[in-house]
Every structure is written in C-alpha cells, then in structure tokens.
C-alpha cells in the first residue's frame, strides 16, 4: 500500500546542510540557566542542526516532574536568539499548538504517547490547520504501524506538508538492553508505504542508556534514516528526566564525529 501523502523534502525546511541532520538537547527544559547554557554549548560543537526542548512532559506516572510549563517557551526563544538554532518541542493538546506558535517555536513534534490516541492527534491537527510550520510524528509507544501511519496522515490532512516521522522504539514486555525495542522492521514497513517520508531515528529513547546509543545511531543512518534526534544535557547527572540517556554536548559532538555517513551524504 501506497500512502497518499503530499510531503515536501526535507531539504526544503532544514536548510542547515549538517550531515548527519541532528536535532538536539535536554529532555526536558529545567531552568532558564541549564537550557541556555546546553543551547550555547551545543551551538558551539557546529554540528547541530535544531534545538529540542520539553515543555510539557507526558510522565507515565504522576508526582514526578511534569514539565516546566509555557514559561519554558521564553527561555527557548532567548537561546534561539543567542545561538541562531531553531527550536523543537513536543505538543500534546490544542492548547499547547497555539502557545507555540504564539512563542515562535519553529519545529513540533506529537509524542509517542499522544501517537495512540487519534482524538488526540486529530486536536493536534486541528490547531495546525492554516499553519506552515513542521511537523515530527514519534511512533506510538506501542508497535502498531496503523496508528503511526493514521496519525501521519491526520496531520498531513490538516495541510502540514513540512513533515516527517521520528523512530523512538516501542514498549514490550520481552526483557532487553533497550528501553523501547527499536523494532527496526516497523520503521523500515513505514518506508516502504511512504517513500518519500523522512524518517529521523531518536537513539536515547530506544536506549535509555547513553552506551548504547552510538550503536543505535549509526545502526539508523546505515538504514538511511534521515537524522537523529538525542537528548543533551549540561550535566547529565542532575537531569530532572531521563538522566541516564542524556549525553553532554561534548560527548554528542564525538559521537557524532565517529558516526559513518550515508555514502549518498559524503
Ligand atoms: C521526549 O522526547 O522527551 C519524550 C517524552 O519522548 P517519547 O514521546 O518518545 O517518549
Ligand atoms: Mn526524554
């Protein structure tokens, strides 16, 4: 099966030309001081291409930290300012779609958690309809390729053609060295139905552990994955999320440095 997706390449809205394509930063903005601070360092390496950031975080369960909330929008948009990189963040609800654009963030992405549920996505959608801004869709946190692919198009529906999908690997019950199993057959079934759909490969969330992660990187790019998504701290020990799978900015810019492009890349 054919999708009917109308997409633009991935050339048309990342126009950095840093191979391999990295978006990069802290799960989760904590302070104004630590996402600044990650941002510049992460500038500085010269080999990322966008700034990613959680605002609202979707925590499995609750009393833990659940995001810093739309004051974290401010202090994305000053490090845009100071560093030049564009920024992502994860939305969930219409709400959150609307407070984005209204803070100049340039780049959304729809959680693994939100992938599941259409009504969700359809919210989502909803709120984008008239806006020229791109989109990631994360598989769902489950190996269902429909709900993926469903949720794709919903937001394709709404008239995002700026789009592409994120590979963070899906729960199982089975025992593992990952955090979510990369599953690589469903990432590699979203390509076939969709050719022309980029595809970025998010290693620290199939991993949940920083060793693992130059194998999964490079493992995505051989797969001609797109680009990677990894999660970046300025001390990833204190992190207030996912602390054991978040990588300094120097550590991720020689991770990078020994990753082997794509040859179509060199
Ligand atoms: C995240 O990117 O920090 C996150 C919550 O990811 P996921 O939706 O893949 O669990
Ligand atoms: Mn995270």
Redesign the pocket.
Known sequence: MKLDLNIQPLNNWITSGKQPLVIAGP??AETEDQLVATAHLLAKTGKITAL?A?IW??RTRPGEFEGIGSVGLKWLDRAKQETGLPTAI?VATGKHVEEALNAGVDIL?V???STVNPFTVQEIADALKGVDIPVMV?NP?NPDLSLWIGALERINNAGITKLAA?H?GFSSFEKSAFRNEPMWDLAISLKTHAPELPIIN?P??ICGNRDLIPYIAQKALDLDMQGL?I?SHIDPSVAW??AKQQVTPSALAELIDRLTLRKADV
């Open positions: 799960c989760s990613r959680g975080k979707p994860e992405w959680g693994a958690r994360k946190v994120i963070r998010d620290s969330h998504m999660e999320t996912d």
